[in-house]
């Protein structure tokens, strides 16, 4: 068998009878002594080189391989993932203050719900909403407020005027309280609530805490401590704000915390106006100004 590798030598004397033989189409090129001419595969082949390694090498070029070619050209390397946002974290060590706040606040919503008989005209109770509406008018502010402007514009003694004007000062500094905590915490009324409540201002929208209630508390403690009354009556003062605090709720303004809390803020704004009592001695100017008018 003819070897294949020719040197360059060996080639060129055979090149003349190359020449002389292609006119025969399609037959090989025949070199010296009948031998046929090939062009070598290993003459640019460097000495010493490995056909098995260089097709390795070859193979492992990331080129080379399956699916190694990128889909698309090369630029910025893609953002991490931002942050979860916050309702969508889980807390897998949640603190003992924590669980007791998610439970009372599923508890409230669920009494506050079933409580809400009241909410709408199809309701369980809806033939008592009309009752439940005059209700919330007895507590409401303005009502309160012109209410006491009234009395105290009529009163002709000192003694008179000095209840009226604390009780003036008290509903005043309620309005500016509820108004306060409620554009800080900002919780939402319950989902049953209807919007059709007695003059309602911009506030007005959210539930904690609940006015009526701290009202309540506050007038009535009031009228316990500064008027003379009957039984009968300091009873019915009492009754009044339980009942006005429960009404909240069965017209669905508000959750049973809502109330609740307000009930404990008026009971506690009471404390602070019988401490900063206004009377004759310490703010004279207000009661002077009062009687000139």
């Not at 010296?32 to 492992?60: K, M, Y």
């Not at 904690?208 to 209630?213: D, I, K, L, Q």
């Not at 009873?235 to 109330?259: C, E, K, Q, Y």
Request: hydrophobic share 45%; aromatic share 8%; charged share 15%.
């Amino acid at each position: 068998m003819p070897s294949p590798r020719r040197s360059a030598e060996g080639r060129a004397m055979g090149a003349p009878a190359a020449s002389n033989n292609s006119s025969s189409p399609g037959s090989p090129a025949h070199g010296g002594g009948g031998r046929f001419e090939f062009q070598s595969l290993l003459s640019s082949r460097a000495p010493g080189a490995d056909p098995t390694c260089a097709r390795l090498r070859a193979s492992e070029s990331p080129v080379h391989r399956r699916g190694s070619f990128p889909l698309a050209g090369p630029g910025p390397a893609p953002a991490p993932p931002g942050p979860l946002p916050e309702e969508a974290r889980i807390d897998l060590n949640p603190s003992f203050l924590g669980i007791a706040l998610r439970s009372l606040l599923a508890i409230d919503l669920w009494l506050s719900k079933k409580l809400g008989v009241c909410a709408r005209e199809r309701s369980a109770w809806g033939s008592v909403r009309p009752l439940m509406k005059l209700l919330e008018i007895s507590g409401h502010g303005i009502p309160w407020l012109l209410g006491t402007l009234y009395c105290l514009s009529q009163s002709d003694s000192w003694a008179g005027r000095e209840v009226l004007m604390n009780l003036l000062f008290a509903l005043l500094l309620d309005l500016l309280l509820v108004a306060l905590i409620k554009g800080l915490v900002r919780r939402r009324r319950p989902a049953h609530n209807q919007m059709d409540m007695f003059v309602t201002l911009s506030v007005d929208k959210y539930s904690f805490p609940s006015g009526h209630a701290t009202r309540a508390a506050l007038v009535s403690r009031f009228i316990l401590n500064h008027l003379v009354l009957a039984i009968p009556l300091r009873v019915l003062a009492v009754l009044w704000a339980f009942i006005l605090g429960l009404s909240r709720v069965m017209l669905g303004r508000h959750n049973v915390t809502d109330v609740a809390f307000g009930f404990l803020l008026g009971y506690l704004q009471y404390s602070i106006v019988d401490y900063c009592w206004l009377s004759p001695h310490n703010a004279p100017v207000l009661f002077v100004l009062w009687s000139q008018q």
